[in-house]
Nanobody
Framework: QVQLVESGGGLVQAGGSLRLSCAVSRRPFNVNGMGWFRQAPGKEREIVTAFAWSGGRTDYADSVKGRFTIARDNAKNTVYLQMNSLKPEDTAVYYC????????????????WGQGTQVTVSS
């Protein structure tokens, strides 16, 4: 069973930066992709970014392109989300997720989820 633990959320002013971490424990061989999602109050969960463990292919939601970057440390089995130039509309609970698909941009294609970490951006 894969376990995902997010950390690094918090309160930041608009224009600031945060780095989220997702520690992946007991990653089975069939987990091929990872993603970060977010969910604001009253809204559906949406993709932020996704990547494939093999090959390193990544993709980003248009709303975060140029501001957010996903990175990983294979030795630590940790995935990071660097968020720069944050905006109030980035406020949400951010989730790390793992999938048996090579890379997926849809929440329903993910098999494992972390508990989420709150990011609040003040104006």
């Amino acid at each position: 069973q894969v376990q995902l633990v997010e950390s690094g959320g918090g309160l930041v002013q608009a224009g600031g930066s945060l780095r989220l971490s997702c520690a992946v424990s007991r990653r089975p061989f069939n987990v091929n992709g990872m993603g970060w999602f977010r969910q604001a109050p009253g809204k559906e969960r949406e993709i932020v970014t996704a990547f494939a463990w093999s090959g390193g292919r990544t993709d980003y939601a248009d709303s975060v392109k140029g501001r957010f970057t996903i990175a990983r440390d294979n030795a630590k089995n940790t995935v990071y989300l660097q968020m720069n130039s944050l905006k109030p509309e980035d406020t949400a609970v951010y989730y790390c997720a793992a999938t048996t698909n090579i890379m997926a941009m849809t929440p329903r294609l993910y098999d494992y989820w972390g508990q989420g970490t709150q990011v609040t951006v003040s104006s």
